[in-house]
């Protein structure tokens, strides 16, 4: 039976859209070797690969090797994810031809568009939500047609604060079967103070897609590679299927890619480390071809790249973590390095630290909170974050430390 390691070398091996025929051949011959199946599973799920590797295996006619159990479970989650991607489908279908017929302009950005362009099948890649970007001059247009059928600001947000604070507003509507489906009205691609985003220039550089016999705008190829590694930081390297996009993306299209403009685009969105990190992990775990040149111009100096390495490796990114844990609290760390410009490092270190109150469900009646309140509104969200990173990294150094016995 394998190892934990080798279980986890297996499912980045097997997380591709296609196999190669050596590839095929490392597969079967690491099946034939015994797997842990339930842990296997486990890992999939929770990475968001489960579609994939079932697609795969099936590929493979590995069904034999896999207990029956355990298939069906991937055969459920690649069955679920298909349904979830066709009412998406459905509803993205509706939701452009409502915003073309209010004459609104949109850009897809992620989820359908990496379908589309990354993978041969809809049930390979899971997507939670449609993203669809309007300029700002058209994001009250658009909020009006999305009401029109029937969606609403998701619960809990505040129109007024989104609008001031963020970059993108939640829609949700329920379908008749009860199910839910959230669209992500935006503006831009992250909070303004976090990166120096000429948003103006995506969309002079936007193309065009077909997809079901449907041609939808999208950014251009570079720019939703750069927006892929805005979007992995977001979720702290956290989640597997990000950082297999990013690899797809590179297999199917880096060798057209216009780098000078990529690494420019990086450069003066105070984004260069992040790109850096993103492209090393892609080539070093998914083993994605990446113009060494590239990551020579990019890579940050070597202080950058000792504090940013506890962060953002391999073992991080095979980890099965949970945002409510300790861990995520201690990634948040690696999430502030990642940024170039001082200004935005102080800016996310203050919004997490002590984040306003009313973006907090049930806080928002305190709309002039007394200073005992809000006092005791921060002391707690420092205590808790302090508390969860003080958690991870005493393990941390735990282990450390009886691996450093263990050599002894």
Do not use: C
């Amino acid at each position: 039976m394998q190892q934990p390691e080798y279980t986890q070398q297996l499912l980045l091996l097997v997380s591709r859209r296609s196999l190669t025929s050596e590839e095929s051949k490392q597969v079967l011959a690491s099946i034939e070797r015994g797997v842990s199946w339930p842990f296997f599973f486990e890992l999939a799920q929770a990475h968001g690969l489960s579609p994939l590797v079932f697609h795969n295996l099936r590929t493979l006619n590995a069904a034999g090797s896999v207990p029956l159990a355990v298939w069906r479970q991937f055969e459920a989650s690649y069955y679920s994810t298909l349904g979830d991607n066709l009412l998406l489908e459905s509803e993205l279908f509706r939701a452009t031809e409502q915003l073309r017929s209010r004459q609104i302009d949109f850009l897809l950005l992620k989820g359908i568009v990496l379908g589309a362009l990354l993978y041969p099948d809809p049930a390979l890649r899971p997507s939670a939500d449609l993203d669809i970007m309007v300029p700002t001059a058209q994001v009250e247009g658009a909020r009006q047609a999305l009401e029109e059928l029937g969606y609403g600001l998701q619960p809990g947000r505040q129109l007024g604060f989104q609008l001031a604070h963020s970059y993108d507003l939640p829609y949700v509507y329920q379908t008749a079967s009860g199910q839910g489906v959230l669209i992500e009205l935006h503006w831009s691609l992250a909070e303004p103070e976090l990166f120096n985003l000429d948003i103006a220039a995506l969309w002079q550089r936007a193309q065009t897609f077909a997809y079901n016999g449907h041609s939808l705008p999208s950014l251009s190829l570079e720019d939703i590679l750069f927006h892929l590694t805005i979007h992995i930081r977001k979720h702290r390297y956290v989640g597997l299927r990000w950082l297999v996009d990013v690899s797809e993306m590179l297999r199917t299209f880096g060798a057209d890619l216009d780098w000078p403009y990529l690494v420019s685009l990086a450069q003066q969105a105070g984004a260069r480390t992040l790109l850096y990190m993103t492209l090393q992990l892609a080539h070093d775990v998914m083993g994605a071809p990446v113009p060494p040149p590239i990551l020579d111009r990019l890579r940050p100096g070597r202080a950058r790249r000792f504090l940013l390495k506890p962060f953002v490796d391999a073992q991080n990114l095979m980890r099965i973590i949970h945002e409510d844990s300790a861990e995520w609290s201690w990634l948040g760390l690696g999430q502030i390095l990642l940024l170039d410009r001082g200004r935005a490092m102080l800016h996310d270190v203050q919004h997490r630290f002590a984040p306003p109150i009313n973006i907090f469900p049930g806080h928002q009646r305190h709309d002039h909170p007394g200073l005992l309140y809000a006092g005791w509104f921060y002391a707690s969200r420092l205590g808790l974050i302090l508390g969860r990173m003080g958690r991870a990294g005493g393990r941390r150094l735990w282990v450390g430390l009886r691996r450093r016995w263990g050599r002894a």
